[in-house]
């Protein structure tokens, strides 16, 4: 699978390995340069550390470079997929990928998410990667199918109007509409904010009559950032040369701004008000949108879990049985126990659930012309469980890749080479 792979990441020479199999089995001690390896793979295919002392040092512009090599000497990784195409990064250079067209999916980080995350979290994963068959779509009025015609994502006309043509197409409505509400909200929160400038001020009369407000001067400057609104108050002052005054100071503070008067105040009032009862009834019509397509979606993930949990119990070794279940806005991911989920697991069990869940959607990735690619986390593991893991992962298709401190008895499964560390 791997041709070569050369990298320089921390201080010290330039690694470079050749022909390693599709399979690797990183066996080290701690700092043995296992992570480091690791790293090498992800870097080039998706400009991203697992490292976590090496990520914030990646980014280019970085002033951590302690973990990586030295200036003159630029910490580099590159991937020849062979006939798949040839990956590189360079700290502060965008990734260089030739001849490289699949799809790169990291799957064991995703696994983990869904694992950690809530039921949203959860749907999304199953939709994205199992592509459950859609049941009959819930019930929606007229104002629903114009906002998803809008955002021109095509319902087809047979049977139901609602009725997408696959769930990638239910994913990406989802995922359109999610971004747009956001926006929205954000706007309306900064509206909001504006407005509550607004709503603190007050009519001072003076002696001639005329109606005076609060300084109002952030209204016109910075009503709208993401800094609440500083208001500065008048207190109990009617005479109009100490308010002018005070309005004067605002100015200064925001040169650009313009000092409004009592009309302008108001008409920047109303136009608010207005603004934000427009974003706000879109809002909702948008939240409704995507409550919609989440009970389409949560529906087709429900009906399709036998299905999808045996995929996953195909790769398991006898005596564990992957389940999964709904529960409000939590989704349970464990190991079957009578009738029971066996929930709260870690170590050996988890990392042998993620191993039958990447081997599971492995093979999805790759008859999609994908390439997908799994990295164990560095965790100290039993040795049978350890074996479990390489067993669940052994029909997995593409790059895998577990890294383990020792391996004891025997040689591994087959299909899996060892790479020891450090190397040399």
Known sequence: MIKSLSYRLKRGDTVTLQDLSSGIIALGPNGSGKT??????????????????????????????????????????????????????????????????????????????????????????????????????????????????????????EDNPFEFTDSSDLLAAETKVAKVLKGHKDRLKALTAAM???KSCRTVDNADGKALMRPLAQIMGAQLTRGKPNCITCGEDTDEAKVTARLAKVTKALPKAKLPSASEALAVAAGLQ?????????????????????????????????????EINSHLPEGFAFRGAFHGRQFLAGFRD???????????????????????????????????????????????????????????????????????????????????????
Not at 275 to 286: N, R, T
Not at 364 to 375: I, Y
Not at 391 to 415: E, F, I, Y
């Open 274 to 310: 207005l603004e934000a009862e427009s974003v706000s009834a879109e809002v909702k019509v948008l939240d409704k949108v995507l409550k919609w397509i989440q009970s389409w979606m949560e529906a087709a993930v429900k009906s399709a879990l036998p299905s999808i949990c045996d």
């Open 36 to 157: 480091a390896f690791t790293n090498a793979i992800q870097l080039p295919l998706s400009g991203k550390a697992l490292d976590v002392g090496l990520r914030d040092s990646v980014a280019a512009g970085s002033r951590r470079s302690a973990v990586l090599a030295t200036t003159a000497d630029a910490p580099f990784a590159e991937i020849d997929l062979g006939e798949l195409g040839i990956a590189r990064w360079e700290q502060g250079e965008k990734l260089s990928w030739s001849g490289l067209e699949a799809d790169v999916a990291f799957l064991w980080q995703e696994a983990e998410a869904m694992v950690a995350g809530g039921a949203t979290t959860a749907v999304r994963f199953f939709v994205n990667r199992f592509s459950p068959e859609l049941p009959k779509a819930p019930l929606a009025d007229d104002t629903v199918l114009n906002r998803i015609e809008s955002f021109e994502i095509s319902p087809t006309p």
């Open 338 to 424: 009578g009738e029971d989920i066996r929930m709260g697991f870690s170590g050996g069990e988890g990392q042998l659930l993620l191993a039958a869940i990447c081997a599971a959607v492995s093979i999805r990735v790759h008859e999609e012309g994908g390439l997908p690619v799994t990295m164990t986390g560095d965790r100290w593991l039993d040795e049978d469980f350890l074996r479990h893991i390489l067993g669940a992962l052994q029909g997995a298709q593409g790059l895998r890749v577990v890294t383990a401190v020792k391996l004891k008895r025997g040689r591994p499964p087959g299909g899996w080479s060892i790479c020891k560390f450090p190397l040399g």
């Open 196 to 198: 509550a400038v607004v």
